[in-house]
């Protein structure tokens, strides 16, 4: 997509996520934004009123789409253990095709720890987790899935993948998609606690 379709905001935004991707959390700064976006400093203050309000909104892009996966997998017509499934291939997808927002997930805790995020990092983790808890509960009472785990201990194994897989990403290459390793394992997983 052209750079005329986006807006210079949206584009801070981008670089920011690039550069907490390429360089860590800690890099992001207005100093280091505004080389990366080939602007003066003073002009991402046009645009935010400093270094935390774009994290802020880096954070909010993020928790946009895990909002609106949720919402899609509320929507199907489908059994329990297929949205669990398309919930991780979904994810899979997104972050196969965008490898630099994953960083947000790498940097939860932090995220964590600083004021302008906590609230919002913290509500999009318990949200997410809420709601494949509750999937994997209505699967189990459906009688789609086995009692092996508990629900809890199944959506940690699920998650557990995810958050590995992207993590492994970030130190190992892989001839494989990201979808690909991810969902074998989901896959493989699911097989051993569906009914």
């Known amino acids: 997509m052209s750079d005329n379709f986006i807006s210079r905001k949206d584009r801070i935004i981008a670089s920011a996520i690039e550069i907490i991707s390429e360089s860590g959390l800690a890099s992001l700064s207005t100093k280091t934004l505004a080389m990366k976006e080939n602007m003066s400093e003073a002009l991402i203050y046009k645009y935010f009123g400093g270094i ?12 946009r789409f895990d909002k609106s996966i949720i ?18 291939e979904t994810y899979a997808i997104y972050y196969d095709n965008y490898m630099e927002i994953s960083a947000i997930v790498l940097n939860y805790e932090e995220l964590l720890h600083n004021t302008g995020t906590r ?9 997410r ?25 199944l959506k940690c194994i ?17 001839s494989e998609t990201l979808k690909a390793d ?4 989901i896959d493989k997983i699911l097989m051993l606690v569906k009914k």
Do not use: P, W
């Not at 609230?119 to 949200?127: D, K, S, V, Y």
């Not at 999937?135 to 508990?150: H, S």
């Not at 991810?182 to 394992?185: D, I, P, T």
């Open 129 to 153: 987790n809420c709601f494949l808890l509750q999937l994997i509960e209505q699967a189990m009472k459906a009688g789609e899935i086995n009692d092996t785990f508990t629900a809890s201990q």
């Open 52 to 63: 935390n309000e774009v994290l802020i909104e880096v954070v909010e892009y993020f928790v």
């Open 119 to 127: 609230e919002i990092i913290g509500t999009c983790i318990e949200e």
């Open 158 to 174: 699920l998650m557990g993948v995810l958050s590995t897989q992207l993590l492994d990403r970030r130190t190992t290459y892989h």
């Open 182 to 185: 991810v969902m074998e394992s």
């Open 71 to 88: 919402k899609t997998m509320q929507g199907k017509d489908v059994s329990n253990i297929d949205k669990i499934h398309d919930f991780f």
